[in-house]
């Protein structure tokens, strides 16, 4: 492929953010766009996900509205491309209490919920096997979220990207590393300089070395999980079922080991079980204590689980941002450059609107969703984060 070429718009990364970035974008037909990626597609986080779409695990405020839209746009992704082409399942989500203090917490978060928009159906404990027979009998209750969903996240991304590049004008450069941006210019190693008005950073963990080649500083830090993945099974788990503790764990800063169990089955049978947070930098070490963790989490909530194998083990790492809200538009310092990471474990639910606002700011629109509590420019006082003073051993992107 020759070197010079021109573009609309650059997005940096080709997980899930920067697949639906670039689907928005394309839909305009004046907009030529180039996604850039030193890897495959979805070769990073999103290809180590579990492809959530949550409004379960939520509380009131920005990213709950983010949530919200990003659900209705996924409803009509999988109208629009066929639910078998994403594997999107709306299996709902049902949040589980082991006691009367946890279920009071779990109601009052969910009471909350629905005045925001959401769908919760609280769950005494008496009816709670009608909806996953084989859960543990001792449990408290629960809420019933109709609204949460799944889909097979790496899919989800080449479907998304196959599309906008039938449009004829995105271009897909995987293989590529960037390696400098400045104005108009995105410097990469096998194409060289691709000229440009926008760049979109959706490099999702190592988006802020990318802010860092222009400049710019957005405090991006990976936030390593693991998943067990059992062998096949005659049908066992009905929804995406955790326990009520999960929703403290994605809204903790610390950056020690904290798991909670999240179960749910797969169309191909296997049963997934996560999730653990801690921030260890890179580090790619299997963890035999969170996983045993999460096996003792996942029986205690359905001991049928005792029995069965895992098969397997993986792992991801998550773009955390110290204040749990992704970093969603202009950056602080250069006019051309826009982020679109940080958005932890939560990026495949809310990448639709993520890619949505993306696009409308990119061409200057009224955005749909007011953009301001994701503001870049949020970070251009670093300091005001101490979390992230403590060393990072990492590797480099």
Not at 2 to 13: A, H, S
Not at 306 to 314: C, E, G, K, P, T
């Amino acid at each position: 492929m020759p070197t010079g070429l021109r573009y609309d718009v650059v997005v940096i990364g080709a997980g899930m953010i920067g697949a639906a970035c670039a689907d928005a974008l394309a839909a305009d037909p004046r907009m030529r766009v180039a996604v850039v990626d030193r890897g495959p597609v979805a070769g990073g986080t999103t290809g180590a996900g579990e492809g959530n779409l949550l409004v379960s695990d939520k509380t009131p405020g920005p990213e709950l509205d983010l949530a919200l839209a990003s659900a209705r746009l996924w409803r009509g992704l999988a109208d629009q491309l066929g639910a078998r082409a994403v594997e999107y399942e709306p299996k709902g989500g049902l949040v589980v209490a082991s006691d009367a203090q946890a279920l009071g917490a779990l109601r009052e978060l969910a009471e909350g919920q629905r005045k925001a928009g959401v769908a919760a159906e609280s769950v005494p404990a008496e009816r709670l096997r009608e909806l996953e027979p084989q859960l543990a009998p001792e449990l408290a209750g629960g809420v019933h979220y109709p609204q949460d969903a799944q889909v097979q996240p790496a899919l989800a991304a080449a479907t998304l990207l196959r599309r906008a590049r039938h449009t004829g004008r995105v271009d897909l450069l995987t293989g590529t590393e960037v390696l400098g941006l400045s104005t108009g210019r995105v410097l990469t190693d096998r194409h060289g300089t691709l000229h440009c008005d926008a760049v979109v950073n959706a490099a999702g963990t190592w988006g802020g070395e990318v802010a860092a080649l222009a400049g710019s500083v957005l405090p991006v830090r990976p936030r390593r999980g693991f998943v067990l993945v059992t062998e096949p099974l005659p049908p066992l788990v009905r929804h995406k079922v955790y326990a009520a503790d999960y929703v403290a764990d994605v809204a903790s800063g610390s950056a020690g080991l904290e798991s909670s169990a999240v179960v749910e089955g797969t169309a191909a049978g296997p049963v997934l079980i996560g999730a653990t947070r801690e921030r260890v930098g890179f580090d790619r070490l299997l963890s035999v204590p969170a996983l045993a963790r999460l096996a003792a989490q996942a029986t205690a909530l359905f001991p049928a689980l005792a029995s069965v194998r895992a098969i397997r083990a993986y792992r991801g790492f998550r773009p955390y941002l110290p204040d749990h809200l992704p970093a969603i538009g202009r950056d602080a310092v250069h006019p051309w450059l826009f982020h679109a990471c940080g958005h932890e474990g939560a990026g495949i639910g809310l990448a639709p609107a993520t890619g949505l606002l993306i696009a409308q700011l990119v061409r200057g629109e009224t955005p749909f969703l007011d953009p301001s509590p994701f503001d870049p420019a949020r970070f251009a006082k670093f300091p005001q984060f101490p979390q992230f003073a403590e060393p990072q051993h990492e590797e480099q992107p």
